[in-house]
Each structure stands twice: as structure tokens, then as C-alpha cells.
């Protein structure tokens, strides 16, 4: 009878042969064993160390902001950035804002939250080319997303349909940025070879 003892255990998803699998440890191959045609094409005096700065993105933009667009973008973001800090931060609240409406700073997190997810993916979406009519089915649903969890789930949030309308705006303000950007900020990307 054979002894069992020392054998090792045996995937059934090797292949083998005597006991022994068939497949070889993974090894480096020599560049020159690679065919030319899947060799990485370098450009002139390049070597395999140095990044190739002729290979194309993985996902180009279809479009490019102009900056005055970018720079608008990134106020109104900090914008809403700083009218959401209000909310903690007595330095960060304004004036003026609470003298009309002195409940704003306990609603203006929906406010700036709809705004930043609408106009960051809006904007990202412009660059690669997404038609508006997409970003505006976004930004509708959005605004419904918000205004059924305001209302109607009570789970990690009371209730209040002002929160609703806070978002609403803060989309509709996503909105009215986005499309400007749309019809005068954006410039086709040249073309690639």
C-alpha cells in the first residue's frame, strides 16, 4: 500500500502529469521575443523606460472648456462650497442672506449638495461630449430623487418638503450654469490622428 502521508494536495483544475502540474511559473520574456506588431510603438530615441507622450487617452473629452468657463465653474462650486460651510461655521454665513430669509442656513445643505452632484457631473458630462438633453434628464431625476426622499422617506432624515425646494433650486442653479456653459464655454477637442 502506498504512503499517503507526504502527497500533496491535487487541483483538480491543473492539469497533470505524474503528480505534477504543467503549468510553468510566469516568467519575464525578453523584449526582441515579443512580435513587432504588439511591441509598444516609441517615438524617435525613446526608450521602454520612458513614458510613450504619443499614445491617445483612454477616454478623451470631445470637448474643451474654454477657461473662463472652468474658472466659473470652480467659483460657483466654491460658492456653494462656502454657502454649505455656513451651516457650522458662523464666519461662512452671510448677512444679508439671513436678513430676508433667516431659516437658510438650516436648509442650504440641500441647496449646495444638488448643486455640486449636478454641476460636477454635468460639467464632466459636457467635456465628453453628453447631449444636454441627457445632462437635463439627470438633473430631473435628481430633483425627484430629492423630492420623494424629503417627503415620503422617513429613514436618517425628517420629512420636510422646504428641503425639497432647496434642492430643486440648487439643480435648477446647476442647470442654468450648465446650459450657459453648454452654448458658449465649451470648443470642439482638435482632432487626433
Known amino acids: 500500500m502506498r504512503d499517503v502521508s507526504n502527497d500533496v494536495a491535487i487541483d483538480p483544475y491543473v492539469p497533470q502529469v505524474n503528480g505534477r502540474s504543467r503549468v510553468r511559473p510566469w516568467t519575464p520574456r525578453p523584449y ?11 517615438h524617435h530615441g525613446a526608450t521602454p523606460i520612458e513614458p510613450d507622450v504619443t499614445t491617445k487617452p483612454s477616454f478623451p473629452l470631445k470637448r474643451i472648456p474654454r477657461p473662463w468657463a472652468s474658472l466659473l465653474h470652480l467659483a460657483a462650486l466654491a460658492l456653494a462650497g462656502a454657502l ?4 457650522k461655521l458662523a464666519a461662512f454665513r452671510w448677512q ?19 448643486y455640486m452632484l449636478y454641476a460636477g457631473v454635468g460639467y464632466l458630462w459636457l467635456a465628453l461630449g453628453v447631449p444636454m438633453r ?11 430623487c430629492n423630492l420623494v426622499y424629503e417627503t415620503a ?18 439643480v435648477a442653479l446647476g442647470a442654468v450654469l450648465l446650459v450657459a456653459i453648454d452654448r458658449r464655454g465649451m470648443r470642439p477637442a482638435p482632432a487626433r490622428d
Not at 454649505?84 to 451651516?87: D, E, K, L, Q, S
Not at 444679508?96 to 445643505?109: A, C, Q
Not at 422617513?154 to 432647496?166: H, K, M, S, W
Open 32 to 42: 526582441r521575443s515579443i512580435p513587432r506588431s504588439r511591441r509598444p510603438a516609441y
Open 84 to 87: 454649505f460651510a455656513g451651516r
Open 96 to 114: 444679508p442672506i439671513l436678513d430676508r430669509v433667516p431659516d437658510f442656513y438650516s436648509h442650504v445643505s440641500n441647496l449646495s449638495i444638488s
Open 134 to 144: 441627457a445632462i437635463g434628464l439627470l438633473g430631473l431625476a435628481l430633483a425627484l
Open 153 to 170: 422617506i422617513p429613514i436618517l432624515n425628517t420629512p420636510d418638503p422646504v428641503d425639497a425646494l432647496y434642492g430643486s433650486i440648487g
